[in-house]
């Protein structure tokens, strides 16, 4: 069996001088309409796009150069040279180009990073927008570094340890109760003072590696007014899909979704 690996990145849109993650909202019907025809440099790409259960939005694609375009080609079964009765304007779309953005997680998984610059091309033209594709950032101090200010942190609790620790009021612990409670906290920031706090960033990810809670997010603001995302979840996953091409050599598309759309569930 043959694999295919995807790394996630983080997808922005500008909004008025900032950008942001891509929301379902910024969709466009264009977007949508189905299968579409786009030339970038030498090659030529045939996509299809569609928004999955107002939660993931999918691309994929076949693309491959029209030239060079030989007047022959060898034929073995006659072992010479014949005819080609390709013409230049057809195209033999060999290769292929998987990518979802997942809108809840706000990243987008690819199996080509050199095929960034053209997805930032393709949405800029359909989005009538500027857009850039940014890895997501691995080291804590790094991403501090990079930022002037904190817009919000978010985490998934595992266990108790608000009420272990008394971060939570007295009226909130007596809605939770004392009992192991699961959820979801975001806290949004608007405090350049924070980046200067490392000692936050370090408890936090402490917190996260004791297994007290998962999957921190941590957006901050840089000097160029662009969202820096920081993802404990995500930033050490790479997806591996194992597949069978066809006869063709190509890889079946419904097949590489539904398998991606398993793993991507449980990043």
């Known amino acids: 069996m043959d694999t295919i690996k995807f790394t996630n990145f983080s997808l922005f849109i500008k909004e008025d001088f900032n950008f942001r993650a891509l929301a379902i909202n910024d969709l466009t019907d264009i977007m949508l309409q189905g299968n579409i025809t786009f030339e970038d440099g030498e090659n030529l790409y045939y996509l299809n796009i569609e928004l999955i259960d107002n939660k993931y939005l999918w691309l994929c694609a076949r693309y491959g150069n029209p030239s060079p375009c030989p007047k022959e080609i060898y034929d073995k079964n006659i072992k010479d040279f014949d005819t080609n009765k390709r013409t230049e304007n057809q195209v033999e779309m060999r290769n292929q180009l998987f990518a979802l953005y997942d809108f809840d997680k706000s990243l987008l ?159």
């Not at 960034?116 to 850039?132: A, G, H």
């Not at 978010?154 to 272990?164: A, E, P």
């Not at 809605?175 to 200067?196: A, M, R």
């Open 109 to 267: 998984f690819c199996n080509n990073s050199r095929k960034t610059s053209f997805l930032e091309k393709y949405f800029r033209k359909l989005l009538d927008n500027d857009v850039i594709i940014k890895t997501v950032f691995v080291d804590i101090e790094t991403f501090r570094d990079k930022i002037k200010e904190i817009r919000s942190i978010k985490f998934k609790s595992l266990s108790n340890i608000f009420t272990q620790n008394g971060i939570l009021n007295k009226a909130f612990k007596d809605v939770l109760g004392d009992n192991d409670v699961n959820f979801e906290l975001t806290l949004n920031y608007n405090f350049p003072s924070f980046v200067d706090k490392i000692d936050l960033f370090r408890r936090l990810k402490n917190i996260v590696a004791s297994r007290q809670a998962e999957n921190l997010i941590l957006i901050g603001i840089d000097d160029n007014d662009f969202e820096q995302v920081y993802n404990t979840g995500s930033f050490s996953k790479k997806i591996e899909i194992f597949y069978e091409p066809n006869e063709e050599g190509l890889k079946d598309e419904k097949y590489i979704l539904k398998e991606l759309l398993e793993k991507v569930a449980n990043v």
